[in-house]
Nanobody, 123 residues
Framework: QVQLVESGGGLVQAGDSLKLSCAASGRAFSLYTMGWFRQAPGKEREFVARISSSGATTNYGDFVKGRFTISRDNAKNTMYLQMNSLKPEDTAVYYC????????????????WGQGTQVTVSS
């Protein structure tokens, strides 16, 4: 089992950058595929990015278009999401999630979730 805690959200202006972190506690972080999802008010939760257990493979939601970078440091049990060129439509609560072994872009396949961190982008 793994516990996840996000940090790094905040209020920024359009065009700014933010780096989110997801700290994991528990065993065998390096066995988990990790993902970032987001949910804006009145909308369904949306896939943002995922990274394989080793960090070798990543995938992004179509809307990212090269603006975000997901990474992880297994020695520190931490995953990151570097977000550049932020837009007002990126405003949402961002969640990190963990899934053991195989990769997935569907939130229904992730077993462990953090509490979320708010990202607000003003125009």
């Amino acid at each position: 089992q793994v516990q996840l805690v996000e940090s790094g959200g905040g209020l920024v202006q359009a065009g700014d950058s933010l780096k989110l972190s997801c700290a994991a506690s528990g065993r065998a972080f390096s066995l988990y595929t990790m993902g970032w999802f987001r949910q804006a008010p009145g909308k369904e939760r949306e896939f943002v990015a995922r990274i394989s257990s080793s960090g070798a493979t990543t995938n992004y939601g179509d809307f990212v278009k090269g603006r975000f970078t997901i990474s992880r440091d297994n020695a520190k049990n931490t995953m990151y999401l570097q977000m550049n060129s932020l837009k007002p439509e990126d405003t949402a609560v961002y969640y990190c999630a963990a899934r053991k072994y195989t990769a997935s872009d569907s939130d229904r396949d992730y077993n462990y979730w953090g509490q979320g961190t708010q990202v607000t982008v003003s125009s």
